[in-house]
């Protein structure tokens, strides 16, 4: 079964309008770790945000806002105001408690985010 | 930006050649990873690393085998290539595990055609 599910495959959007990526993940462990990392069309992946499973606060970076909730294993990323630099692939992934051989990560599928002028 | 750097950044090769990709980062992290992207399939494991000489199997190993004998270089190698492994791969390091599971940095990824 899928570790972490992320429904939406693609989504448009006109550019200052907000959306949100859903994020549902599933895991027996009492401890673990949610990412969001973005992909822009250059193809890097780069880091946006890490959130640890004792800490359920919202958290806001300027346009970017996520929301972490344990009751429904939720971790959705929102983008206010979005603009065109914000068109990318974005993908959650999940860590379960490390061990001394290393933190897997599991990703979903992605969600590929146009946002059109 | 982390400092990883993929060799080569694209490759074509034939059906059955061995292929060999390098990933060398600069920046002393204990743990190294590689991952193939798919269409569809997000990003999945290949193999790990959590120190020089040791490795272990991720999600879609059969097929593929690493190295580590430094701690700044990890290859993947692709003992006879086939189609099905044509793919982008990217390598990632994380610290050491220190308070809670770090984030993965990633490389710009190597684009490999199976001919």
């Known amino acids: 079964a899928q570790k972490v599910t992320q429904a939406q495959t693609e989504i448009s959007v006109v550019e200052k309008e907000d959306v949100t990526l859903d994020c549902v993940y599933e895991?027996?462990?009492?401890?673990?770790?949610l990412f969001w990392y973005k992909q822009p069309p250059s193809g890097e992946l780069v880091f946006l945000i890490r959130r640890n499973s004792f800490d359920e606060q919202n958290e806001i970076s300027g346009r970017y806002s996520w929301n972490f909730q344990k009751s429904t294993s939720s971790f959705n990323f929102t983008i206010t105001a979005s603009q065109v630099v914000d068109s990318a692939v974005y993908f959650c992934a999940l860590s379960e408690a490390g061990s001394s051989t290393g933190n897997q990560f599991y990703f979903g599928t992605g969600t590929s985010l146009t946002v059109i002028p | 930006d982390a400092g990883i750097t993929q060799s080569p950044r694209h490759k074509v090769t034939e059906t059955g050649t061995p292929v060999t990709l390098r990933c060398h980062q600069t920046e002393n992290h204990r743990y190294m990873y590689w991952y193939r992207q798919d269409p569809g399939h997000g990003l999945r494991l290949i193999h790990y690393?959590?120190?020089?000489?040791?490795?272990d199997k991720g999600e879609v190993s059969d097929g593929y085998s690493v190295s580590r004998s430094k701690t700044e270089d990890f290859l993947l190698t692709l003992e006879s290539a086939t189609s099905s492994q044509t793919s982008v791969y990217f390598c990632?390091?994380?610290?050491?595990?220190?308070?809670?599971?770090?984030?993965?940095?990633f490389g710009d990824g190597t684009r490999l055609s199976i001919l």
């Open positions: 895991t027996r462990d009492t401890t673990y770790y």
């Open positions: 990632a390091i994380s610290e050491q595990q220190g308070v809670g599971n770090q984030p993965q940095h």
């Open positions: 690393s959590y120190g020089v000489k040791d490795t």
